[in-house]
């Protein structure tokens, strides 16, 4: 279940991403990096500032021990980004924003 909810947040975070993405005129590429950045990047930032753990393996940074997560953003980040419209939700916007912030709020581990 911890597994699935971490997905949950990236593609989360992909789509929230996106959807800054929409109205500036980007294309399908940059909307995909906008997407990973937006996914991949808190994780990351949070992993290399912790430092590696000596059980995890060769790198401390999830994405690289686990690539199911970048193709799980991609994918959400191309999904989205195929359907988006040109007229930006404001309130599509902040749900996916709030969605983001509480799941990592939910799986911080003490």
Known sequence: ???VSQHF???VGAVSGVLAAGGKR?????????GLV??????????????????????AVFWI???NY?????MASVE???????SRDAVE?????????????ATVEV
């Open 1 to 3: 279940m911890y597994y």
């Open 9 to 11: 947040g990236v593609v």
């Open 26 to 34: 980007i294309d399908l590429f940059g909307v995909i990096v906008l």
């Open 38 to 59: 937006t996914a991949l990047g808190g994780g990351t930032l949070r992993d290399v500032v912790l430092g590696p753990e000596p059980a995890l393996g060769t790198s």
């Open 65 to 67: 021990r686990d690539a």
């Open 70 to 74: 970048l193709v799980t953003a991609t």
């Open 80 to 86: 989205r980004g195929r359907r988006l419209c040109r």
């Open 93 to 105: 916007n902040l749900f996916t924003g709030c969605l983001l912030v509480s799941r990592w709020c």
